[in-house]
């Protein structure tokens, strides 16, 4: 009897072998322009190099990953970028007889404080196909998360534990001022460094950029805001912003950067810089710093900017989560056709989050249509969108 190889066999073990696009995606080669949610699903297969998705109701359930080894220096890593990407709610990593199904809503650790198994690893299934097909059952069926509830925290999603932290920043940054700082300069000060940070995690920004505008000896913001005296990494921030503010159109870098900088403090920036090396700003309490912005969607600092610069009760603004716009998207979309080429109107946008998930779909829709443009063109033309 010939055996299937482990790439394949999975595939057969967890009964999915009949399913096809859009439920089950074995690669990305399966996508297509008009598919919700079809810029995740491609993310996901690139940042997360996957073997399979499977989806319900055109929404991303269960990511599949071929491991040589479920030992956790392999799997810490990977389950990191799982949480940051936060594309789906369910992870599992297929490995010899074993099987490891681990959870998007819970935190991740560092592999030196795992003692006996990570946190966020719910269940370990045996590669007996009559169990693992039970499990897409019982995952399709929503028992599997009622069994599994205290695995599955919606606080511990990427984008609340994050909202969260950044929210304890903001009112200590509020705490320690004893100068009349409006509330507005604070959120514009955080969001525009969390942005900055976006920037160096995609590698947009790095050392030569730093280099350009006379910062040495850094490549990251971090290193930055680690600058001693306290007056250096105050002064290179400042001249960060100042340049972005030239390099990049957007009203986060629009402000009276010259005044602002008048009023943030020493202490304010040893704040910052606490939040960006990992401590709980609340309790001084160093910690593992789990974010990592290039796998972040863009649509989670979409949601960070309406969260600190629109979110009031004054404005009528709300948190939209990422995943309920897609879903919004998904129903106004419905049977629409080919985006490109129509105008759409968000009268009541308050971020852009629909706007942003709208865009993303249409940018995908043109990169089927254009497969081998160069990037200067695809800059240009995503832009005349």
């Not at 910062?215 to 005296?229: F, K, M, T």
């Amino acid at each position: 009897m010939i055996q299937q190889p482990l790439s394949a066999s999975w595939i057969s073990e967890f009964g999915l072998a009949d399913r096809a696009p859009p439920v089950f995606f074995n690669s990305k080669d399966g996508l297509s322009a008009t598919m919700p949610h079809a810029h995740v699903l491609r993310r996901a297969f690139d940042l997360l190099a996957l073997d399979g998705i499977l989806c319900a109701e055109n929404t991303p359930l269960i990511y599949f990953k071929v491991v040589e080894s479920l030992a956790l220096n392999t799997i810490v890593p990977i389950q990191r970028q799982f949480w940051n990407h936060g594309g789906a709610p369910i992870l599992v990593l297929v490995s010899g007889d074993k099987i490891h199904v681990y959870s998007a809503m819970s935190r991740p650790v560092p592999e030196h404080e795992i003692h006996d198994r990570p946190p966020s690893l719910v269940a370990e299934l045996d590669r007996v196909a009559e169990g693992l097909q039970s499990f897409i059952v019982s995952v399709e069926s929503g028992d599997f998360f009622r069994q599994y509830v205290r695995s599955f925290d919606p606080n511990q999603r990427i984008d609340r534990d994050l909202l969260s932290n950044l929210k304890d920043t903001r009112d200590v940054l509020d705490e320690i001022t004893n100068r009349n700082i409006s509330p507005e300069v604070l959120d514009a000060l955080l969001c525009r460094v969390v942005f900055t940070c976006y920037l160096f995690d995609r590698q947009v920004i790095g050392e030569k950029y730093l280099s350009s505008i006379g910062i040495e000896n850094a490549s990251h913001l971090r290193d930055v805001l680690s600058l001693q005296p306290v007056r250096n990494a105050k002064t290179a921030l400042y001249e960060i912003f100042s340049h972005l503010q030239n390099d990049f159109n957007g009203d986060l870098f629009s402000d009276d950067l010259e005044a602002e900088a008048r009023k943030i403090t020493h202490q304010h920036v040893r704040t910052l810089r606490d939040f960006f090396e990992g401590t709980h700003v609340r309790s001084g309490q160093r910690t593992f710093w789990p974010y990592d912005f290039s796998a972040i969607p863009i649509e989670t600092i979409s949601a960070i900017y309406e969260h600190f610069l629109k979110a009031t009760n004054e404005t009528g603004a709300f948190y939209t989560p990422r995943f309920l716009a897609e879903i919004v998207l998904d129903v106004a979309l419905h049977q629409s056709g080919p985006l490109i080429g129509k105008k759409y109107l968000d009268p009541a946008c308050g971020s852009g989050i629909f706007l942003v998930g709208l865009f993303n779909r249409m940018a995908e829709e043109w990169k089927f249509a254009n497969p081998n443009a160069r990037n200067d063109r695809r800059a240009k033309e995503l832009m005349q969108l």
